[in-house]
């Protein structure tokens, strides 16, 4: 391919049309994502793919084929990312792509291709794409100038290449990217290796330089989990070997995200370590879904429980009982497996089956919904609802302020 002539930009409306991504490791991690918010209709082909796209496909946010390429994969395809591990997959996904006059980014050979996929940034409705004659750490340092400008109201110096090695630990709030705080977004741009949740803002990742390590350990509900001393062991070894490390998760790391197990962990083995708080899904959630924790007059105290085990469970710390006689909110994380039995022991303690309860789904994201129901009635109405983590339940009368067509 003659590389005398610069690519020509342009932005493509994929809302609704077939996008074909073979391959399903960090670099399919990365681009999905953003294909996602742009609405296209993905579909993945891969027979082994991230937790993190394994996520996805199983809340059906993609469309997963568990084997290898064949031809006749990307018919119909508006768009195709070759990005296996394979050249001569790539080669053969990028031949079959050029025949059926598809543009195709190419994973591992960008003068191969007939797309280039630029650094992407969004700041207030505008999306900045910078291309860098296939220098990706130039195009990141340009695009992030670029929307820096646009945040702090003036164009930021170049990127800054000197990062002093450690451990952030970064809380990405409830999930929209849009709600992540300036200094997590300078703290990703100043990485090295960033070990990601499931539940961190998963469009930021493809606003990675290229060339940072990700480390996906997402943890699927009842599925494929990273082990939190693996977690811990990882995020230290890169910190000692000299890289500077985000720890990035959803929520802030310090409400039941296990972020002070980390920092111990840095601590024992003479790693520096910082916090940037993110914004808690206990709070931003039900504020997000227009459902107040506290209300003048109905709620005098809020409080955040994990519904991870069971009111039954020899492991749990809850005072159930207690939690029951509460008058106020009461906010569950991690709860939608237990959520009928932890709902019995409320009513069971003496609060009234009539308690209005909200179940907030996906909360901040695109699929964000809400089913309301009461104590007494939750457990049919999230069965018939198909209610599925990651949820956010809300209990009390602030959920009849915020819906009194319904209560």
Not at 344 to 354: H, I, S
Request: hydrophobic fraction near 45%; proline fraction near 7%; aromatic fraction near 4%.
């Amino acid at each position: 391919m003659n590389d005398d002539f610069p690519p020509y930009p342009s932005g493509l409306r994929l809302q609704g049309r077939r996008v074909v991504v073979v391959g399903g490791g960090h670099v399919a991690q990365r681009r999905i994502p953003r294909l996602l918010s742009a609405g296209a209709d993905v579909q993945v082909v891969s027979p082994v793919v991230t937790r993190a796209v394994e996520g996805l496909a199983g809340a059906g946010e993609i469309a997963w084929t568990p084997r290898g390429y064949r031809a006749g994969d990307v018919d119909g395809a508006w768009y195709v990312i070759a990005a296996t591990d394979d050249p001569a997959v790539n080669a053969a996904v990028s031949a079959e792509a050029e025949e059926q006059r598809t543009f195709c980014v190419r994973a591992d050979d960008a003068t191969q291709a007939s797309a280039w996929t630029p650094a992407v940034g969004r700041h207030a409705g505008v999306t900045v794409a910078v291309l860098g004659n296939r220098e990706p750490r130039r195009s990141a340092g340009v695009r992030d100038a670029i929307v820096a400008g646009l945040r702090d109201g003036a164009i930021a110096a170049p990127y800054d290449d000197e990062r002093a090695p450690g451990v952030v630990l970064v809380g990405g709030g409830p999930g929209d990217p849009e709600l992540v705080t300036v200094a997590a977004r300078r703290a990703l741009s100043e990485a090295d290796v960033v070990v990601a949740d499931r539940l961190a803002p998963r469009e930021l990742l493809d606003e990675l330089s290229p060339d940072v390590e990700l480390i996906d350990v997402a943890k699927l509900p009842r599925g494929r989990a990273a082990a939190q001393e693996e977690i811990n062991r990882v995020i230290v070894d890169r910190a000692l070997a000299g890289k500077r490390v985000v720890r990035f998760k959803g929520g802030d790391s310090f409400v039941y995200g296990r972020g002070y197990e980390e920092a111990l962990a840095c601590v024992e083995a003479g790693v520096p370590w910082t916090v940037i708080p993110g914004l808690t899904s206990a709070t931003s959630v039900p504020a997000a879904a227009g459902i107040p924790v506290t209300h003048r007059g109905v709620a005098h105290e809020f409080t955040v429980v994990s519904g991870h085990l069971p009111p039954d469970d020899p492991g749990s710390l809850v005072e159930w009982d207690a939690v029951a006689r509460l008058t106020g909110t009461v906010v569950l994380l991690m709860a939608v497996q237990n959520l009928p039995a932890i709902a019995a022991r409320l009513v069971a303690g003496g609060r009234d089956p009539k308690t209005p309860v909200a179940i907030v789904s996906e909360g901040t994201m695109p699929g964000e919904r809400t089913v309301l129901a009461t104590l007494a009635s939750v457990a049919e109405d999230m069965e018939r609802e198909g209610v599925r983590p990651p949820a956010i339940v809300v209990v009390g009368q602030v959920v009849a302020v915020a819906h009194p067509e319904r209560f």
